[in-house]
């Protein structure tokens, strides 16, 4: 407030005070990684009522965040920074301003980052050090951080790199590298670290290689042994490699005499790969010691440790001196000697051998070996064990360990003298009461000079009573006086030497009793068996009156028989009291039959009793496979056979018999490999799994469930040569100029050679390049470097190594080495093009040399004008990644030069050049001239095409284009798009030989490409030599000296022109031969190609077409090298890979001859044959394999039998019966099979059959079963027939047979009935049983008959309805009308299933046989209508139905009330008719009576002849006519007149005692078993039960009468048996005859159905019940009917009435054939059968009502069962 007088004023104001804002948190330096975020911090405090404002700054400028996404700038003022780089680098400023005052911090943010790679890096050889070379480089940029060290890198020939100094100072830029092998060449790399990481490196350096220098360490593992007593075999092994030093050129080896001041002898060795030598003429078991050197280009280096050998030991040179031999005894010889001097010992002493041989027998030498003694001057030593007063030679020598010294000169001695041994063939003659003679002979063994017998006797066991004589020398027999008679003695004889009594022969005599032969022993009983032994135990026989000087043992073996031969098995001597012996020596597991015989001084008794037979036990086998080869089968296979072992030899169980193979590598200590073969007859195995071109050790031996026999002898063989299976190791490359280099291996490994290496393969190619793998072959295998010359400049090339055998070529060395060519200068930049042209200016572009030859570093561009020299060119250098260039201020329409060159660091290459006219007026060129190809430039693969150039259209051409077409296709190819615009020819290669092209040509400048030119002519390539070879199949041995080559050609696209033939290579291939060059390749570094492959023999072939050839005059017993090559007008193809063969053992070329069978029995051939003619054998024949089967089932049947003896002959057992057999022979030897014989046919004889394959039970209801069955599966011979069989399984009770009016009397109850039914073997397999009780189960049983009956095969079946049919339908009636029947039932319950149809059944109201009338009812309807015509007139009848569903047929109805099937008569059959007829045939006769009366008066002198004809007709013309039905046999048919003949049976006392035929299927035979039978409807055919109904008339009387009556009306002798009945108590008899039509029995519907014989026959039963014994309860067989004549009485022999026609047969079920239905019959059916009639000729079809009962529906429609039962319709 200011106040003066003029008054007071008054002012305010406000005073804000900010708190000052403060940089608090400012930005921290930081050190950050490139690429990763940095964050600078800038933390402000300020008065929160003031608004802050940041700004970032980088060395001084402001950073704008919004203009880098990887800036970032908080609301705090945090600066982000993400993705670092250099970029980032600096001093960052934040600077804060505000009202409340401003404020700035600084940071520097540095980013670190790898170090770069050490710039240029050298390395020289140090001049200071050895091995050693100076390496130095410039500091890199350190990435923002210091540097923590260097890492050096090397790669040492190429190898890959290697970290050599891990931690170099960061401060050097210079190193040292020491400790480098000498001859080898290095490169270097570095790179720097930091804390960050490693850098990249640099630049490789410059490859420097240090000078070689002499070997620094010996070679290795030195050994020297002895191999001969004048040579030292050494082994080395060569300096490691890294001290090697140098290529090494060879070795050095020095040796001398052990401890002695003689000279040092020097072998050299100029190969480096041998590692051996084999030091000869050296002195015997003598000391060397060896040294060895290796040395190389720079000098020899060190030498290895002495190594000391001993020549191997010689034999001595001289013999024991003073060698002095005496007899000590008589068998033992002293020797005396003093050992040779040693100097002539030439080895360590290894003993004496002390030699005795009788005069003559050398090679029976007694020889005693004596060690020898160092201590005493002379040495003793015995000869024992020889023969007693013989003369010997005897010598003494001294022998070492490879082998004997010379003998002492031989000394002649003798044994000293010895007692006798026994005297010989002691007997007694001459024996009286008190005298006898003795006789005997000089001992065998008299060990000295005899000088006399010594002979005594005494009598039996008492001694006191022995008188003893001697005799002189010359005395073998003596009369002993002075016995007593009748006592027994013991007589002694021994003869004496100096030395005494001999060994005594004795024997006991009773005097006046002559010796006789001994009896057989006898109680022979067997203990103790063994494998080969028994023990016998016999009681003896009678002595002979003499004791028993021998026991013997004969026995039966093998097989046991009647007829077999006895052998001597054992003998025993000189043991009278023996009661038992061992045999011994007998086989193992063999059946054996034993006897003995007992022998005295007369003679052998009669054997005894034989044993019981006994099989000895079971042993191993005794002896091993004979004759075991072993062949080479494959690269990795042996193919090894031996002879089986016989039988006999088996010595046990054949089942358990087999073979054991055991195998190894010879001279391996590997365990050996077993395999088992479990098949006794096998003669061959193939070991698989083996190492290639490797020798194998093999035995067999033989196996049976007891262990195993002894080992064959050992077999050698070697698996065939193969290609190596790996490459050579340790190969290196090394490039020597800018195309070539250098690349050098070592060996293939021992065990992967897999053959002899014949020479060496580098196998090259450009790295990632599509160009194919190129070859160079290093012949021999000596060599093991080569230089590859004329490769590409400074390529990248995969190099491997491989090595290859005869067979081919092996794998090649992994992993594949890769190394560049030396770089060079680079060739021509190509596809020069000026797509812009003006008047004054242009622009070229090109593309980088085709041939760069090293890194293009720059391009120069040189141009003037084509009219001036190259003086005035302008030129301009660009750098190496320019494609264009543009010229400008050009003359205008002039045309200019322009020369472009590549430049690398060796320099400037080849300039291309191309011209170019500065116009604006160019066009397309146009097209060149046809091209012309001149013949004589026309070769095999390529053609010289020539053209004219078009108009180039003001651009020069800068490339043609040349196309190809082969003909005939139509597709032309480019083969070059850059041939150059300055050429006018051009050589078109890669063509095919022999083959048509054509060709056209474009030109290409800068505007565009020219038309094609205009096709050339067609031209066809020269021939050039085959490109493939044959394809060879299969070279098997033919001959003993030839071979069949079987091949395939190349393809006609590979021969390159025309086939003239092939050409066949072969040589003879030497195992000992090959392993013999392989170590001379290894002693002799020089060894060539020739050496190493032994010449072929050759042999051409001029037929093109031939694919096979026979390879002759071969060596036997060699193993053979084949290949083969085509070859056409041009030359001769390449060779196939070699086929292996080994020639001498051929398999037989022809078969056995005169193959014969014999057929023994029926599962038994007798087969023999001639062995192959003997030139066709080819070696010695070791067997035979018998090839067998079933005709026309070869496949499914064929069996072998191989038989291991070269015999004649074989049984062949266990056949099938009656079964034609083809058999084939084939011979076989050690080399394989011969072919086999054409097969020839036997055929084994009739046996049993086997049981029919089946039953079958169809139809079945209450009463019947129709019973089917099949053939049987081996029928065994042509089957004559079936036996039916069939019974109740339990005995059937008579309520069980339910039977309406029966007139029989009841059988007993509970009595079985067994019923046999015999079927022929034409007949139909099924049968239709009738005669069946409700509800019984019966068994039946079919067997086939051949000759004799087979088994049987049986089944069940119980009668009446199954579970689940329907039940019975309601009770029938019937109503009439006219000739027509209706039954009417209802229906009754379906059962489990519907209903499917019904059954109608019928029966005479008197018989109690149900029979199926009507079958195939529908199953809706509940009556049915059928005509009386298929009823037999005058019958009465019951009817049935019976309902079918899926279950069967179900219980019958009740049956309905009887009904008569007798037709209203027609009025011509009325008594009126007939008598208005007869009065008119009265009156007509009259007539004709009178008329021929007349006619008789007036010709009384005809003839008599005429009346007698007259007469004769008659006879035969009314009412009889024969004629032949289609089944060629007679019938009887009767017309509408009566027979004019008398028409009866015979007839004796007014009963008929002959019944008609009755009609039964042919090929049945039925018999009865039963006395009480409810089965009478059955015609018994072998019951012998049944007694015959007596009868005034026999049978034979009958039949003979009754024949007489057939005869006369045309019936053939098998009808006349057909119509020869004879009655029997019980049935009918029927023999088997049948006679029918295939056609029905046609009647004329014109005229009145006349009564057929059956139908009368049947119509009567007072007739038929006739024909049996009437049985109550049984129901009859309605018997058929017959016509009378016209008197009413029968005639004793009339002529027989037509048969009715039998019913037809069904077809087999089996084999149907059409003589099934012509040989059958058919039913006689009047008008409206139901029956279908087979011939087509009937004019009566059959009715739509219903159908007749029929067979089962497999079997032929029309056809009906055999019925077993006799049934009432016909």
């Not at 002189?472 to 006086?481: A, D, G, I, K």
């Not at 050039?1024 to 071979?1043: F, K, Q, R």
């Amino acid at each position: 407030m200011a106040s003066n007088s003029r008054g007071i004023d008054e002012a305010s104001a406000d005073l804000v005070v900010w708190a000052r804002t403060r940089i608090t948190n400012p930005p921290q330096d930081q050190s950050v990684i490139k690429g990763t975020k940095a964050t600078m911090t800038c933390g402000v405090t300020h008065d929160p009522s003031v608004s802050v404002r940041f700004v970032w700054e980088r060395d001084g400028q402001v950073i704008i965040p919004q203009s880098l996404p990887r800036l970032r700038l908080d609301v705090n003022g945090t600066l982000h920074i993400s993705q670092t780089w250099s970029g980032d680098i600096g001093t960052y400023t934040c600077r804060v301003t505000s009202v409340g005052g401003n404020d700035s911090r600084s940071a520097h943010l540095r980013v670190r980052q790898l170090p770069h790679a050490p710039e240029n890096p050298s390395a020289v050889l140090s001049t200071t050090e050895k091995r050693a070379i100076n390496l130095t480089w410039a500091k890199p940029f350190d990435g923002n951080s210091p540097l923590i060290r260097y890492i050096l890198e090397v790669s040492e020939n190429n190898a890959p790199w290697t970290v050599l100094l891990a931690n170099i100072e960061p401060e050097s830029t210079a190193v040292t590298v020491n400790g480098l092998i000498p001859a080898r060449s290095y490169q270097f790399r570095l790179c720097a670290v930091n804390d960050v990481g490693k850098g990249q490196f640099s630049k490789e350096t410059e490859r420097v290689s240090l000078p070689e220098e002499p070997p620094s360490a010996p070679p290795q593992n030195v050994i020297a042994s002895g191999r001969t007593n004048q040579s030292i075999m050494i082994q080395w092994q060569p300096p490691p490699e890294s001290h090697q030093n140098g290529i090494l050129r060879g070795y050095i080896i020095r040796y001398r005499l052990t401890g002695l001041p003689v000279d040092i002898q020097y072998k050299n060795i100029s190969n480096p790969d041998v590692t051996n030598l084999l030091l000869e003429d050296l002195i015997i078991w003598t000391n060397y010691e060896i040294e060895v050197a290796a040395y190389n280009g720079a000098g020899l280096g060190v030498y290895s440790h002495k190594v000391t050998e001993w020549t191997l030991q010689g034999v001595p040179t001289i013999a024991p001196g003073n060698v002095k031999a005496e007899p000590v005894n008589s068998t033992t010889i002293r020797f005396t000697w003093t050992a040779p001097n040693p100097q002539f010992i030439n080895g360590i002493n290894q003993g004496y051998k002390l030699l005795a041989w009788e005069p003559g027998k050398e090679d029976e030498m007694k020889i005693v070996t004596v060690r020898p003694n160092f201590q005493d001057s002379v040495h003793v030593g015995h000869i024992t064990g020889l023969k007693k007063f013989s003369e010997y030679f005897t010598s003494v020598l001294c022998f070492t360990t490879p082998g004997d010294g010379p003998r002492s000169p031989p000394r002649r001695l003798r044994t000293h003298e010895d007692t006798p041994g026994a005297v010989g063939h002691l007997s007694f003659t001459e024996i009286l009461d008190t005298s006898l003679k003795v006789s005997w002979r000089e001992p065998n063994e008299k060990n000295g000079v005899l000088t006399g017998y010594r002979i005594s006797w005494e009598e039996y066991n008492r001694t006191n009573t022995r008188v003893t004589h001697y005799l002189p020398n010359v005395t073998l027999e003596y009369r002993v006086t002075g016995l007593t008679a009748l006592t027994t003695y013991t007589i002694e004889v021994a003869g004496m030497t100096s030395k005494g009594q001999g060994q005594l022969s004795s024997s006991t005599i009773s005097s006046g009793v002559p010796p006789e032969l001994p009896g057989p022993p006898t109680n022979l009983a067997i203990s103790n068996i063994g494998p080969r032994s028994v023990t016998l135990q016999f009681k003896p026989g009678y002595d002979g009156k003499t004791s028993i000087s021998r026991w013997q043992v004969e026995a039966q073996v093998g097989v046991i028989g009647e007829n077999e031969d006895w052998v001597m098995v054992h003998q025993l001597a000189n043991e009278p009291d023996a009661r038992s012996l061992e045999v011994s020596g007998l086989n193992p597991y063999t059946f054996y039959r034993f006897r003995m015989r007992q022998v005295n001084i007369v003679g052998t008794s009669p054997p005894s009793q034989p044993s019981r037979k006994i099989q000895t036990l079971q042993a191993p086998p005794d002896m091993a496979p004979a004759n075991v080869t072993l062949r080479t089968a494959s690269e990795t296979s042996l193919w090894l056979r031996w002879v089986p072992l016989p039988e006999w030899e088996y010595n046990g169980n054949p089942d358990s018999v087999g073979y054991r193979v055991q195998y190894s590598r010879t001279g391996a200590q590997s365990r050996a490999l077993l395999h088992v073969i479990a098949d006794r007859l096998e003669r061959e195995f193939t070991i698989e799994d083996l190492e290639e071109w490797t020798e194998y050790e093999v035995r067999v031996q033989a196996i049976n469930g007891i262990g195993a026999g002894p080992w064959s002898q050992p077999v050698r063989g070697r698996t065939r040569e193969s290609v190596p299976s790996c490459g050579p190791t340790n190969v290196s490359a090394f490039a020597t100029t800018s195309s070539s280099i250098l690349v050098r291996w070592f060996e293939v490994p021992e065990p992967d050679r897999n053959g002899l290496i014949l020479g060496y393969k580098v196998v090259y190619k450009e790295k990632d390049s599509d160009s194919p793998l190129q070859f160079w072959t290093v012949e021999g295998n000596a060599s093991h470097s080569v230089q590859l010359t004329g490769l590409g400049k400074y390529v990248l090339y995969e190099i491997q190594v491989l090595a290859f055998t005869r067979i081919g070529d092996g794998r090649p060395s992994t992993p594949s080495i890769l190394e560049r060519t030396l770089d060079d200068v680079p060739g021509p930049p190509v596809v020069i093009l000026f797509p812009e042209v003006r008047t004054t200016s242009v622009r070229l572009i090109w593309q980088p040399p085709s041939q760069p030859n090293g890194i293009i570093l720059a391009y120069q561009i040189t141009y003037r004008l084509n009219s001036t020299n190259s003086n005035t060119a302008t030129f301009d250098v660009l750098n190496s990644s320019a494609r264009q260039y543009t010229v400008t201020g050009l003359r205008p329409e002039s045309v200019y030069v322009f020369r472009i060159r590549a430049q690398t660091r060796k320099g400037w290459g080849e300039a291309a050049e191309a011209l170019v006219v500065t116009t604006e007026k160019r066009a397309r060129p146009q097209p060149t001239s046809r091209p012309t190809v001149p013949q004589e430039n026309v070769q095999a693969r390529s053609v010289l095409l020539s053209w004219e150039p078009g108009s180039d259209g003001l651009s020069p051409v800068r490339y043609y284009t040349v196309q190809v077409r082969e003909l005939p296709e139509k597709n032309w190819t480019v083969h070059s798009a850059s041939v150059s615009h300055e050429s006018s020819s051009y050589i078109v290669d890669r063509l095919k030989p022999f083959t048509s092209y054509q060709f056209r040509v474009k030109a290409t400048n800068d505007i565009g490409d020219s038309d094609y030119s205009e096709e050339s002519e067609a031209i066809t390539t020269l021939q050039d030599a085959p490109d493939e070879s044959p394809t060879i199949l299969t070279v098997t041995p033919h001959t003993t000296t030839s071979v069949l080559i079987c091949w395939q050609p190349p393809p006609e696209e590979k021969i390159n022109g025309i086939l003239l033939g092939f050409r066949i290579r072969y040589r003879e291939l030497l195992y000992d031969r090959l392993r013999s060059i392989s170590a001379h390749a290894i002693s002799s570094p020089s060894i060539s190609w020739a050496e190493l492959t032994s010449p072929y023999g050759i042999r051409n072939l001029s037929d093109p077409s031939l694919t096979q050839y026979e390879l002759d005059n071969l060596t036997k017993h060699k193993r053979y090298e084949i290949r083969m090559s085509v070859y056409n007008a041009v030359g001769e193809g390449p060779t196939s890979s070699p086929q292996e063969v080994f020639v001498g053992e051929a398999v037989p070329t022809a078969p056995p001859q005169n193959v014969v069978i014999q057929s023994a029995t029926a599962t038994q051939f007798d087969v023999t044959w001639d062995p192959p003619p003997l030139e066709t054998q080819n070696g010695d024949i070791q067997g035979y394999k018998i090839f067998f089967w079933e005709y026309q089932r070869k496949n499914e049947t064929e069996k072998l039998r191989t038989l291991f003896l070269p015999e004649g002959g074989v049984k062949l057992k266990n056949l099938t019966g009656y079964t034609t057999y083809m058999i084939s022979v084939a011979a076989f030897n050690a080399a394989g099979d011969g072919p086999r014989s054409p097969p020839t046919r036997g055929r084994t004889q009739q046996a049993a059959p086997s049981a029919p394959s089946f039953i079958h039970f169809s139809e079945l209801t209450t009463t019947s079963v129709n019973v089917s069955w099949g053939e049987p599966v081996f029928p065994n011979g042509i089957i004559e027939g079936y036996r039916l069989i069939y019974e109740p399984c339990m005995p059937v009770d008579e309520s069980s047979v339910a039977c309406v009016d029966c007139l029989h009397s009841p059988s007993p109850p509970g009595v079985s009935k067994i019923v046999t039914v015999d079927v022929k073997g034409n007949a139909p397999l099924w049968l239709k049983i009738k005669d069946l009780a409700d509800g019984v189960t019966y068994n039946f049983r079919i067997r086939a008959k051949t000759f004799t009956y087979g088994p049987e095969v049986e089944a069940n079946i119980t009668t009446g309805p199954g579970e689940g049919a329907p039940g019975p339908p309601g009770e029938p009636f019937i109503s009439r009308y006219g000739s027509a029947l209706t039954i009417h039932w209802t229906n009754g319950d379906p059962g489990r299933a519907p209903i499917t149809r019904y059954v109608i059944e019928a029966r005479p109201s008197d018989e109690g046989l149900w029979d199926i009338l009507i079958k195939d009812i529908p199953k809706e309807v509940t009556s049915y209508t059928f005509n009386m015509d298929i009823l037999k007139q005058g019958v009465s009848y019951d009817f049935r139905v019976i309902g079918v569903n899926d279950y069967g047929y179900g219980s019958p109805s009740q049956p309905s009330p009887s009904i008569s099937a007798q037709k209203v008569a027609p009025f011509y059959e009325e008594w009126w008719f007939l008598v208005v007829v007869a009065l008119v045939g009265l009156i007509f006769i009259l007539l004709l009576v009178f008329i021929l009366i007349i006619r008789g008066q007036s010709k009384k002198y005809a003839k008599k002849s005429d009346s007698s004809n007259n007469s004769n007709c008659n006879a035969l013309t009314h009412g009889e006519m024969v004629s032949l039905d289609e089944s060629r046999f007679p019938a009887l048919e009767l017309n509408n007149r009566r027979l004019s003949v008398k028409n009866s049976f015979c007839r004796k006392n007014g009963v008929y005692t002959r019944s008609p035929p009755r009609p039964s299927p042919g090929s049945l035979h039925y018999s009865d078993e039963d006395v009480s039978t409810k089965y009478n409807d059955l015609i018994p055919a072998e019951s012998s039960s049944l007694t015959d109904k007596p009868s005034e008339i026999s049978d034979s009387q009958d039949k003979t009468r009754c024949a007489e009556t057939f005869s006369k009306v045309g019936y053939s002798p098998a009808e006349k048996e057909a119509l020869v009945f004879s009655f029997k108590t019980g049935g009918l008899h029927t023999l088997p005859t049948q006679r029918g039509s295939d056609s029905e029995y046609e009647v004329d519907p014109n005229r009145q159905k006349t009564h057929s014989f059956v139908n009368h026959y049947i119509s009567d039963p007072t007739y038929y019940n006739s024909w049996r014994r009437q049985q109550k309860g049984i129901s009859r067989a309605q018997a058929y009917n017959y016509t009378e004549s016209e008197s009413g009485e029968p005639e004793p022999c009339a002529p027989p009435p037509p048969l009715p026609p039998l019913p037809p047969f069904p077809p087999q079920l089996s084999s149907p054939t059409p003589q099934s239905q012509s040989q059958t019959g058919s039913l006689f059916r009047p008008k409206g059968s139901r029956t279908p009639t087979p011939s087509q000729q009937s004019s009566n079809p059959p009715s739509q009502h219903g159908t007749l009962y029929r067979p089962p529906s497999s079997l032929a429609p029309g056809s009906r069962a055999p019925i077993a039962g006799f049934s009432s319709f016909v």
